[in-house]
């Protein structure tokens, strides 16, 4: 069975601070692909990323970095120099297979000013 | 990133008449659609999929007969909620796959929602 954990419901953190998102995933198939969604209040999920199981490589894309070790089974997201605008609700999610996608019950973030 | 249109944004209904939502992806086929509902500070949870010219599969737990899921084309799908009642008020949100014939997955893009209040 595919399952994704996101162990903090909520977090805040002062503007420009570094916040870590947390993610673990668990699934019994070699070939699987792991996600980030941000929704913000209005609903809508927006894409961040997808990693594939055989590429470890950490990304940078502006003030997000994200860190996948499959020895840990994790896929931890960073926000550097946090702004209000990064407040939002994030999901991790998790699919092999033809499968639809899995996600954690997310975390939600709070940027104050 | 491709685009997946959905409509209504927002609805508000009266008990025991029908809704339908609409689900487009304006850039890519869909070979499959997703839907989904969300609670208030809550994770999605998958309803159905459909692919494209098939009977939608529903997730255990969710009322076929409630929940009438289309797929007649590549790029739209609809969900109809039949005799709405309160406790149908929720958050749907649709979600759409295509085939990237370079990969073997491709990435779910999701609409805007649709916030269906039933009075």
């Known amino acids: 069975a595919q399952k994704v954990t996101q162990a903090q419901t909520e977090i805040s953190v002062v503007e420009k601070e570094d916040v870590t998102l947390d993610c673990v995933y668990e699934t019994r198939d070699t070939t699987y692909y792991l996600f980030w969604y941000k929704q913000p209040p209005s609903g809508e999920l927006v894409f961040l990323i997808r990693?594939?199981?055989?590429?470890?490589q950490n990304e940078i894309s502006g003030r997000y970095s994200w860190n996948f070790q499959k020895s840990t089974s994790s896929f931890n997201f960073t926000i550097t120099a946090s702004q209000v605008v990064d407040s939002a609700v994030y999901f991790c999610?998790?699919?092999?297979?033809?499968?639809?996608?899995?996600f954690g019950k997310g975390t939600r973030l709070s940027v104050i000013a | 990133g491709a685009v997946v249109s959905q409509h209504p944004s927002w609805v508000i209904c009266k008990s025991g008449t029908s809704v339908k939502i609409e689900c487009r992806s304006l850039?890519?086929?869909?070979?499959?659609m997703f839907w989904y509902r969300q609670f208030p500070k809550q994770s999605l949870m998958l309803m159905a999929t459909s692919n494209e010219g098939s009977k939608a599969t529903y997730e255990q737990g969710v009322e076929k007969d409630k929940f009438l899921i289309n797929h007649a084309s590549l790029t739209l799908s609809t969900l109809t909620v039949t005799s709405a009642h309160p406790e149908d008020s929720s958050f749907y949100i649709c979600?759409?796959?295509?085939?990237?014939?370079?990969?073997?997955?491709?990435?779910?893009?999701f609409g805007a929602g649709t916030r269906l209040s039933v009075l």
């Open positions: 850039d890519f086929q869909a070979t499959t």
């Open positions: 999610a998790l699919i092999s297979g033809n499968t639809p996608l899995v």
């Open positions: 979600s759409a796959r295509g085939r990237h014939v370079a990969e073997a997955l491709s990435i779910q893009y």
């Open positions: 990693r594939n199981s055989f590429d470890e």
